[in-house]
């Protein structure tokens, strides 16, 4: 290679190099900033009780930890029948009746994972004083599925 053609070649590298370092930055920075909404909703049911003091806060994590490990072979059963919807889509010639078969083994798979979740959820109420139950609505109608968009009265 010649003088200039090195020269190109550095400045092309200097060129990628400063996209590859400003998107990781950018990467970061959404991910410390943006993310961190993110992430308090996906750990919005163990983190509902944060308010309640720590013992609380690791009676109802334990609790939701007991429901899914309990709910675990419906998780799997409803995992199989997503894999099972995919495959009987892919089919040359579509087998409606097959596929909301599979569809409605999932809906129940997932609905028994949800309801045992769910129990564990009002179980761990039950033993809240009137106080405690208020701020735990409020945590969960800001944080958690369960009372998504709840309406306060």
Same mark, same amino acid.
């Given at each position: 290679?010649?003088?200039?053609?090195?020269?190109?070649?550095?400045?092309?590298?200097?060129?990628?190099?400063? *996209?590859?370092?400003?998107?990781?930055?950018?990467?970061?920075?959404? %991910? %410390?900033?943006?993310?961190?909404?993110?992430?308090?909703?996906?750990?919005?049911?163990?983190?509902?009780?944060?308010?309640?003091?720590?013992?609380?806060?690791?009676?109802?994590?334990?609790?939701?930890?007991?429901?899914?490990?309990?709910?675990?072979?419906? @998780?799997?059963?409803?995992?199989?029948?997503?894999?099972?919807?995919?495959?009987?889509?892919?089919?040359?010639?579509?087998? #409606?009746? @097959?596929?909301?078969?599979?569809?409605?083994?999932?809906?129940?798979?997932?609905?028994?994972?949800?309801? #045992?979740?769910?129990?564990?959820?009002?179980? *761990?109420?039950?033993?809240?004083?009137?106080?405690?139950?208020?701020?735990?609505?409020?945590?969960? @109608?800001?944080?958690?599925?369960?009372? #998504? #968009?709840?309406?306060?009265?």
């Amino acid at each position: 290679m010649n003088e200039r053609t090195t020269r190109i070649v550095l400045a092309l590298s200097l060129v990628l190099n400063v *996209f590859a370092v400003g998107a990781a930055a950018g990467g970061a920075y959404v %991910w %410390w900033h943006l993310g961190a909404n993110a992430r308090s909703a996906a750990q919005g049911l163990a983190t509902a009780a944060q308010d309640l003091g720590s013992g609380q806060q690791e009676i109802l994590q334990q609790a939701l930890a007991d429901a899914r490990r309990q709910a675990r072979p419906d @998780a799997q059963a409803a995992r199989a029948s997503r894999i099972d919807v995919a495959g009987l889509l892919g089919e040359p010639t579509l087998d #409606r009746a @097959a596929i909301d078969a599979a569809l409605a083994a999932t809906r129940d798979a997932d609905m028994k994972v949800r309801g #045992r979740v769910e129990g564990a959820v009002v179980d *761990f109420a039950a033993g809240l004083n009137a106080g405690d139950r208020a701020r735990l609505v409020d945590a969960l @109608a800001a944080r958690g599925q369960m009372l #998504r #968009r709840a309406a306060k009265n």
